[in-house]
């Protein structure tokens, strides 16, 4: 499905599903230093997951829900390509077996601004979890679970297309 945006001296865009780039630190630092574009997918699907706490007062006929926070998740998967550089890295990480903060790795996801519809702007997890689902030879995918833990951090992505991506915090005002 395509989305049109209206963008700078009224363009419309598509915002196409290559417009949405999730990326993976691949470095054995995990300073953001490796960024690996998740590209050989035929699932993007991001659950907001929104956590809610409901109470019902005596005073009113229904109950009220608040939103107390989120829990974003990312389910992927990858083809089992021993050329590609994602696959490479999650079929390692996935016969360690990782626990507890080792399942801790950055993830950028690269979205359209919406003026230029370009992939320019993007959102950091820190210390996103990924977790490993299912090696399914049949399908020749590797499917796993990219959890969005923490506080965002927006910025914006340099590089993409080249294997020299970079975020770039934004600046506080």
């Given at each position: 499905?395509?989305?049109?945006?209206?963008?700078?001296?009224g363009?419309?865009?598509?915002?196409?599903?290559?417009?949405?780039?999730?990326?993976?630190?691949?470095?054995?630092q995990?300073?953001?230093?490796?960024?690996?574009?998740?590209?050989?997918?035929?699932?993007?699907?991001?659950?907001?997951?929104a956590?809610?706490?409901t109470?019902g007062?005596?005073?009113d006929?229904?109950?009220?829900?608040?939103?107390?926070?989120?829990?974003?998740?990312l389910?992927?998967?990858i083809?089992?390509?021993?050329t590609?550089?994602?696959?490479?890295?999650?079929?390692?990480?996935?016969?360690?077996?990782?626990?507890?903060?080792a399942?801790?790795?950055?993830?950028?996801l690269?979205?359209?601004?919406?003026?230029?519809?370009?992939?320019?702007?993007?959102?950091?997890w820190?210390e996103?979890?990924?977790?490993?689902?299912?090696?399914?030879?049949?399908?020749?995918t590797?499917?796993?679970?990219?959890?969005l833990?923490?506080?965002?951090?927006?910025?914006?992505l340099?590089?993409?297309g080249?294997?020299?991506?970079?975020?770039?915090?934004?600046?506080?005002?």
């Amino acid at each position: 499905m395509r989305y049109r945006v209206l963008g700078e001296r009224g363009i419309i865009m598509q915002l196409t599903r290559d417009k949405f780039v999730p990326l993976i630190d691949v470095s054995e630092q995990k300073n953001l230093s490796k960024l690996v574009r998740i590209d050989k997918s035929t699932k993007f699907e991001l659950s907001f997951n929104a956590q809610t706490d409901t109470k019902g007062y005596i005073c009113d006929k229904n109950d009220s829900t608040e939103v107390t926070g989120y829990q974003p998740e990312l389910p992927e998967e990858i083809i089992l390509d021993n050329t590609n550089p994602l696959f490479k890295f999650m079929f390692e990480y996935a016969k360690k077996f990782p626990i507890g903060t080792a399942c801790n790795v950055p993830v950028v996801l690269g979205i359209p601004s919406m003026t230029t519809g370009a992939t320019t702007d993007a959102i950091l997890w820190q210390e996103a979890s990924i977790i490993i689902d299912t090696l399914n030879t049949v399908d020749g995918t590797l499917s796993f679970k990219i959890g969005l833990n923490g506080t965002p951090k927006m910025g914006t992505l340099t590089g993409l297309g080249t294997d020299n991506v970079k975020f770039v915090p934004a600046v506080s005002a």
